[in-house]
């Protein structure tokens, strides 16, 4: 039974017996299993138990636990059973921790190995044979989702390092569309002087006339800057207002 200093609330219980020998000293397996800070542990002449509470009520009581006696003939194990859980699920896992300790203490203590082997082979099968088809069906339907989301993950990866090199691509090719454009824009403006020449050989093809719309047209110029350069033309003598 659990000691009365642990304020152990019962709310389900179970039990696992088997035989066992005590090799050492009780004093000895205390001062080793201490150090791994995995149990309260408590001492007499005749036996140790070890006692993990895993979580307390609203009132800190214990309520999920398992105390593991070890006596100098036997091993004694009790542990809590929430109402909402496998039972099944977690005698195995009372079982597990319970061969965690003899493994720390195979030189000072050896359980009856028959008994603890036949046990826990018992609490196996009953957890493989409580997992129906659906379960079975739902684990490979989790599986299958598993392997495509790695796969989609891996074409995610793929994709981003496409689409960078695609944003480099598109600033490059985005660069060398404004240096042409400015080249463009250099080759299509004129300079005054250019501008003058063209005009007077427009007038003399054109029986010493100019159509400034048509003119600005041609040459793809704005009406305002071929008058600019009339203007200019007439204040230099280059041509001659009539009319």
Do not use: C
Not at 66 to 80: H, M, R
Not at 166 to 190: H, I, S
């Amino acid at each position: 039974m659990l000691p009365d200093e642990t304020g152990f609330i019962e709310p389900k219980i179970s039990e696992i017996k088997l035989g066992g020998t005590l090799l050492g000293s009780f004093d000895v397996i205390s001062n080793r299993l201490s150090s791994t800070q995995l149990f309260s542990i408590k001492t007499s002449p005749n036996s140790i138990s070890l006692i993990r509470v895993e979580s307390r009520d609203m009132q800190k009581r214990p309520f999920l636990f398992f105390v593991i006696n070890l006596n100098k003939d036997s091993i004694v194990v009790q542990y809590s059973i929430p109402m909402d859980s496998s039972e099944k699920l977690r005698k195995l896992y009372v079982l597990k921790n319970l061969f965690g300790v003899l493994s720390l203490i195979a030189d000072l203590y050896t359980p009856n190995l028959t008994e603890l082997f036949q046990y826990a082979d018992s609490a196996i099968d009953d957890v493989l044979n409580s997992l129906s088809q659906s379960y079975s069906t739902l684990f490979n339907n989790y599986d299958s989702l598993f392997n495509e989301f790695r796969e989609i993950k891996r074409l995610n990866i793929e994709l981003t390092a496409a689409n960078k090199n695609l944003v480099v691509q598109t600033t490059q090719l985005q660069n060398q569309n404004k240096e042409l454009t400015e080249r463009l824009k250099a080759l299509e403006t004129y300079s005054d002087e250019s501008l003058m020449v063209m005009i007077q050989e427009w007038i003399e093809a054109h029986n010493s006339t100019i159509d400034i719309n048509e003119f600005a047209e041609t040459y793809k110029i704005t009406p305002p800057r071929v008058e600019q350069i009339l203007n200019k033309m007439v204040s230099l003598g280059y041509v001659e207002i009539k009319g």
